[in-house]
């Protein structure tokens, strides 16, 4: 039995993802490619999606400062120079699609992960977090902040004068990730006190009024929609049903914040929510854990997806090392199990990213737009993040 807490294989796991990016995915014309295959294969090499030119500028960052190769600094130089050069439009904000079939709507989510890159690139010194960090910070707070809901609104016209009328939780959980991240990476108070908003906003007072779980979607006076995307449960952002995998994300985000603050009210919601997602999530059947659950416990989407697994380990094992209870343990290697038995390509690196029930993959398509293995990368790396704390 593979021992997946090994530090040592945490390391080398890292390394080998890198290893299946590394020989494709760097355009010297600007940015990074976002389409591969399964091989590495770039099958389009024109789109480019503003989540992940961002998150190619966190993997990058990380894998520099953790002395994964010197190289990468100047990578994620790269990333944040697409950022500000190419994403960035004459109206301020950063376009969400570029390429064959651009999109220059203002997201929220896309925002937050402008943060997300700032602050990494800060922490790995490299040029333009700082610009990346602040730009993004001030479209969210501009042009999405409703204080009165202490909540981000989604999304805006390209012009950024229309504000859909749609509310999701999806964009503030990043929203949440980027704060705690700017925290760690500036010092600034303010940052902590705005992720303290959103997480008692959305893990609390919203989750109550959802039976104790984090609903995905919101009507514009943020009352609960339990029929957006009802017939859309695999939608790639804004999905319908109990997301499993952001109950894991948000615990994540709980655990990071008690540790911050030692306020006990975010470790017990965050076992709360992390037990609900096992509980309803997990597949007795065929193992691992489903997109999305039903109000009624039903699966509203069966499949497996990459993301999901990452996020749940990276939760399970911060639990146990704040708790010292061996379920978590447990659960930790149980994920692993199945993910690298079914959802980890042995071949040519990296993970799958999503897999029907029985574990079958759908397409050939291993990083399409979107997918760059941030979830992967970041989840063993706060592993081995929290090997390293005196708890």
């Not at 966190?58 to 950022?83: C, I, M, P, T």
């Amino acid at each position: 039995m593979t021992e997946f807490s090994n530090r040592q294989f945490l390391l080398d796991h890292t390394a080998a993802i890198l290893a299946f990016y590394e020989p494709v995915v760097f355009d010297p014309a600007g940015g990074f490619y976002q389409n591969l295959k399964d091989d590495g294969t770039v099958f389009d090499p024109h789109s480019r999606h503003l989540v992940s030119s961002t998150r190619f500028v966190f993997n990058y960052s990380e894998a520099f400062r953790r002395g994964l190769g010197g190289h990468y600094q100047a990578w994620a130089k790269h990333g944040v120079d697409y950022l500000l050069n190419e994403h960035l439009g004459d109206t301020g904000h950063f376009s969400w699609m570029l390429g064959v079939s651009p999109d220059h709507q203002a997201l929220a989510y896309g925002h937050a992960f402008v943060m997300l890159a700032g602050a990494s690139a800060i922490r790995a010194d490299v040029e333009g977090g700082s610009r990346c960090l602040a730009l993004g910070e001030h479209i969210l707070e501009t042009y999405f902040f409703e204080s009165h809901a202490s909540a981000y609104a989604d999304e805006r016209s390209p012009d950024l004068t229309e504000l859909s009328p749609y509310r999701g939780q999806n964009a503030n959980m990043h929203a949440c990730e980027s704060m705690i991240a700017s925290y760690h990476a500036t010092g600034s108070a303010h940052y902590l006190e705005r992720a303290t908003i959103l997480a008692k906003r959305f893990a609390g007072e919203l989750a109550d009024q959802a039976g104790g779980m984090v609903w995905e979607h919101y009507s514009e006076d943020w009352s609960i929609d339990w029929d957006f995307h009802r017939d859309q449960p695999n939608d790639l952002f804004k999905p319908w049903g109990f997301q499993p995998g952001h109950q894991v994300e948000w615990s994540k985000l709980l655990t990071e914040l008690f540790q911050i603050t030692n306020e006990s009210w975010y470790l017990k919601r965050a076992i709360t929510l992390y037990e609900q997602a096992i509980d309803t999530g997990w597949d007795d059947t065929y193992g691992g854990l489903v997109y999305g659950v039903a109000p009624d416990g039903s699966f509203a989407s069966a499949d497996k997806y990459f993301w999901v697994h990452a996020e749940a380990f990276a939760a399970a094992y911060r639990l146990f090392r704040l708790t010292g209870e061996q379920r978590y343990l447990n659960d930790y290697q149980r994920i692993w199990d199945y993910a690298w038995a079914h959802l980890i390509d042995h071949q040519y690196g990296a993970w799958f990213r999503v897999l029907t029930r029985e574990g079958q993959k759908i397409d050939d398509l291993k990083s399409p737009m979107g997918k760059v293995d941030y979830h992967t990368l970041g989840a063993c790396w706060d592993v081995l993040d929290q090997q390293s704390l005196l708890i």
